[in-house]
DNA sequence: TAACTTATCT
DNA sequence: TAGATAAGTT
């Protein structure tokens, strides 16, 4: 015992913090100064540290940040902007149970204080004696982090003043000392999370064994216990700090030393941030492996997996930074992760072979009620910021649902209600959720990637919607409908106006960049692909429709009207700049050679246009010689007016099918020495098979199509043809390639299986 | 050896 | 459960 205490009373510093509020500014002086000059006990085992502020309102933004660090706050009563009660219930409402003090002139108020729930009222103006007090108090406080002083169940005792409950002191050391392995646990969690306590005493199993050598209320021995370190509680606020720090940071960057420099809090430790740390991650794993029940029925390779295409993972109007921690977690590990993982699997927050998996989040966790945001009921995350996603004005503000607590709203709902934010929802979501995968309904402003029922306006969600998405829904695909603003990449619904859905099986409306239409197109639509008709300012590739003016369309079934640099029509060209036509050709159709707008542009999700440019890892002096109609037939403007530009690589060249490229008349072009390679670089993807999808020879192998492709090694030469010797039907046609159709019977047969059951609504087969 | 991760404790 | 701490690893 002698030996424990004497190495506890050098090792051990109290450190104790008072926050002292007061309008007026010479009180709050001599105040400050006379209680950090206090000597009490014994000073080397103390160490008193005085916050002065001088309203309501510092003191609530400074226990914003420093509520873990503050250990009592003694307070005046009169004060401009509430008074002393006032700011300790706000105090209460936003901090918890901090201890209070309340101080006045004014006897009057100390029945009123202790009736309120202050610690204790002392009377103006302060004596030396009244100091001694409130140290003892503090010590108190800091030492009881976990006493009973503070419950519900003593509310009473606040009836007593502070010289009746300093001399509490000692019989609460013993009760605590005593009595602390006796108390339910829930006890001293409730008391931590709702009563704010600052600290806690807990000795390390080290300490404890030591303890155990040690006489339970030795009161000396209790003060002085060493390397207590104080038991942080992580607010809010601290949360969110740590969650912007990993933003910053990047989560697989993020290391306890980095996110604490980051967060510059004065009183946290590189453990406490450890800690927290290792909390953080262990919820991440929760969240895949809460989120595997519907990863199982979702795609496997990222936003477009159901389809076999892990390159097309990026959706048009995604702007994402990688510095962001959404943008490095979500988005580019879990969303678009890289072809052989599984949707949002990442290793980058385990060390171990199990992929963490973190696109999904646990109920718990969207709800609130876990570690994370242990003082709320439902989700206050936030939602994605813009700028990682770039999604329309309407998502203005939003944040990731991991993201610091601004705009955080009430939560209506535990279980998949309003406002939260959570990954996952396996019932119907209501509004503003942040969830990923919502196997419910999706409402306004939920950036939820998946739904598997309906999703009305503002949601972005990024991934599917397997019901339908309504207005500025950025979801990449729905199963039903899209309505305006959604730029939706697939939609198996139709899709309105100014919906970038890049394919619609069903109608699209003007200003959709979708790329597919099984139905018809309006105008402005830079569709590639469409079974219905084009009107006009279409740059759509193919058509199964009519073309219309200025339809910067590569092949359409339907007629094309003049100044249509189509390349392949089935119907009449009048002035169109297409090559091929199985119709009639007219005047002022100088379409030559236009292999795809849409190929890579596909695979990057740019808007269809053609503008040669060199290839990044071309010579600029070996630019493919190909004939093709001018630039201001081909260029394409978007619905903006700027100009879709597209790399003249391979990829960019939508190579006719072998039917096409047997065809009799020939068009010959000067490929660069490194062609080959930059095919085989594309066409030879070892991570999947299924990058194959792009080759638009349809399901020819590579080395047919290399037959294309001369053998000469300086100056090869392809041999393009894009006539037809032959009529195609329509299902041959080349530009459907990336549309798979063994994809779509794969998807669609995934979708038989997700809604098999689903009472309502499935979604729209095309095929039926 | 500092820093990190994981396991364990309370 | 939340956080601290021990133990093992890098």
Known sequence: ??????????????????????????????????????????????????????????????????????????????????????????????????????????????????????MGFIQKPIKATELAKIYQLAVTCKRNGKSTLWTENNHNDTYVSIPQRIQLVPEQDNLVMTTKKKLPRSDSRSMNSTNGSCVSTNA????????????????????????????????????????????HIGLDKAVPKKILEFMNISYLTRENVASHLQKYRQFLRKVAERGSLCSNMLPSNGIDSTYPYPRITEPCYNNYTSSSWYGTSLNNRSCYSEPGHGIGQSRLLSNTSDPVRFNQMPHNYMNRSSTYEPHRLGSNLNQPIESNLNYSSQNEGRRSFLEPTANKTSQTSQVLGFEQNGLSAINGSGFNNNMLISCGSLAPNQPGTNSYKCSISTQQGILSAYGSSTSTQPGIRSHISLTPNQPGRSSYGSLTAAKPGMSSHESLSPNQQGMSSYENLTLNQPEMNNRGSLPPDQPQMSSYGNLSSNQLGLSSHGILTPNQPGLKIYGTETHNAGLNNFGSLTTHQPGSSNFSYGLQSFVDNENIAYKPQPHPRSNATAQPNIEIPQQENLSLYDEFGNINELLCDISNFQLDHNKQQEAVSTTQFELPSNFSTEMNQLFSLEKDDDWTFVNTNQGHSIGETSNNVAPEANSQTFNMSTNHDQEQDAQDFVDWSFLNPADLANEYDFMDSLFNGMNGKGFDDPRC
């Open 1 to 118: 015992m002698a030996f424990s205490q004497a190495f506890y009373n050098q090792n051990s510093i109290l450190r104790i913090n008072v926050m002292v509020v007061d309008d007026d500014p010479v009180f709050l002086r001599i105040m400050s100064q006379r209680l950090e000059n206090f000597k009490h006990r014994d000073s080397s085992t103390m160490e008193i540290t005085v916050i002065a502020v001088k309203d309501s309102r510092e003191a609530l933004s400074t226990l914003k940040i420093e509520r873990n660090n503050i250990d009592l706050i003694v307070t005046d009563y009169y004060m401009p902007d509430m008074n002393g009660l006032q700011l300790k219930n706000q105090i209460t409402r936003e901090f918890g149970n901090l201890p209070v003090i309340v101080m006045s002139s004014d006897t009057g108020k100390e029945h009123e204080s202790l009736t309120c729930g202050a």
């Open 204 to 247: 390390s199993r080290k300490n404890k064994k030591i303890k155990a050598n040690v006489g339970s209320g030795d009161d000396v021995e209790a003060l002085s216990q060493p390397s207590k370190k104080s038991k942080i509680t992580w607010t809010d606020d601290l949360h969110d700090l740590f969650l912007q720090a990993i933003r």
